[in-house]
């Protein structure tokens, strides 16, 4: 018969546990319930431990921490401070307009600016095509409003252009107006603008 470790048990009738070579009793504690040392986990790689559910936890915390950065739920803009600060480039603006001025000594409209785009003009040329004129007047139409910035005074033969370079911010819908004095109905004036694109981030 196999041997009993320890040789002695408390009771004959005491729990034995077989380990390959040898009996040995379970240990009861004082209010009865089994006692077992478990030397290493029985469970799978990755499972529900105190430590994994900590390191879970540090987790979801960067996860919500990023998620309160966003502006809102199901966005893809992240909010950054400063962000108004910040240039960006979209494209090169780089566009011509020409249109029957509106009558004598009349005006022509820059082509507007599209839904969510920004315009830098940083220059733009204008002149009137059929006919001489003594003087070009440059308005900013924006929202609604004319904001004058701008005259060249000369004697233009027809097609000489008048210049302008600085910095002009443009958004939806925002035009350049040129009225050309001298000008006669029926005459085609041309607003060439360049400079560049941007987002516009609502």
């Known amino acids: 018969m196999p041997e009993i470790i320890p040789n002695h048990v408390p009771s004959p009738r005491a729990l034995l546990a077989w380990d390959g070579t040898a009996y040995r009793p379970i240990t009861i504690d004082a209010a009865g319930h089994v006692q077992i040392d478990v030397l290493a986990s029985g469970l799978p790689a990755g499972a529900a431990t105190a430590a994994n559910q900590a390191l879970i936890l540090a987790q979801v915390q960067l996860i919500e921490d990023l998620r309160n950065a966003l502006q809102s739920v199901a966005t893809d803009r992240l909010k950054v401070r400063g962000e108004d600060q910040l240039f960006s480039f979209k494209g090169v603006l780089a566009n011509t307009r020409n249109a029957v001025i509106s009558g004598a000594n ?56 008048s210049y302008w370079s600085g910095f002009l911010w443009l958004d939806p819908s925002d035009t350049i107006r040129v009225y050309f004095t001298g000008g006669l109905v029926g005459d085609t004036c041309y607003i060439v603008l360049t400079g560049y694109i941007m987002t516009l981030e609502v």
């Open 106 to 161: 009349g005006y022509v409209d820059s082509q507007p600016v599209p839904a969510n785009t920004i315009w830098c003009v940083t220059n733009f040329k204008a002149f009137n095509n059929t006919s001489p004129t003594t003087a070009h007047i440059y308005e900013l139409n924006h929202d609604g409003a004319r904001y004058g910035f701008g005259d060249e005074v000369a004697a233009f033969a027809a097609g000489d252009p």
